[in-house]
């Protein structure tokens, strides 16, 4: 008899022992996302998939919510302000306003441009993973892309091209933004001069 009572509290204490790793597996495995935001999750180390706001389910072990230790930050009047931080990447219409830029005109002369641009992120995965300093480099694309843009027009017409320069250069912004998961809302020329 006490043999039975013996294997019956192995079996017992066996059961207890799976039923809690289960309990923590499932735990472990549900994740929450605020709305407005959106986690990358790796699996063995390598993007998987984006987990959108709500309840989540992963598989532990296997999968992982990535750290908020990448450098994801948009300039507003030269302060980087972070587009990542422990809740997720946001997914809000963010701005980055470059400080303006001295700029030759067709004619030579000298034009002072201030843009602002308006941009969402689609592809949080493109924009973590294929981009290495993203304010960094969306700052210089807008740079070269506003170089070329007034680059067209000469000093005198380009000050009533505001609204054309703004389409032209959403457009340009555009191409490159897609493949950084970014779609352009809409630039503004806030002065030209």
């Not at 039975?4 to 597996?25: D, E, H, R, Y």
């Not at 009047?77 to 980055?96: C, H, S, V, W, Y």
């Not at 703004?166 to 555009?174: F, T």
């Amino acid at each position: 008899m006490t043999e039975f009572l013996n294997s019956i509290n192995g079996m017992a204490a066996t059961w207890v022992a799976l039923v809690v790793i289960v309990i923590l597996f499932i735990f472990r495995g549900i994740k929450y996302v605020p709305e407005g935001r959106t986690k990358i999750v790796e699996r063995l180390g390598r993007r998987h998939k984006a987990i959108n706001p709500g309840l989540n389910i992963i598989i532990p072990i296997i999968d992982k919510v990535k750290s908020s230790n990448v450098n994801l930050f948009t300039l507003v009047n030269e302060k980087k302000f972070p587009l990542l931080d422990e809740t997720g990447i946001t997914l809000a219409e963010q701005r980055m306003d470059p400080p303006s830029k001295k700029l030759l005109a067709k004619d030579n002369s000298e034009i002072n441009v201030d843009p602002i641009v308006y941009f969402k992120i689609i592809d949080p995965i493109k924009l973590v993973y294929d981009v290495t300093d993203f304010a960094g480099s969306f700052e210089t694309l807008i740079e070269t892309t506003l170089r070329q843009e007034v680059g067209k027009y000469d000093g005198d017409t380009i000050v009533t091209s505001r609204d054309t320069l703004g389409d032209s250069l959403k457009k340009s912004l555009q191409e490159a933004g897609t493949a950084w998961g970014i779609s352009i809302v809409r630039v503004e020329i806030e002065d030209i001069g």
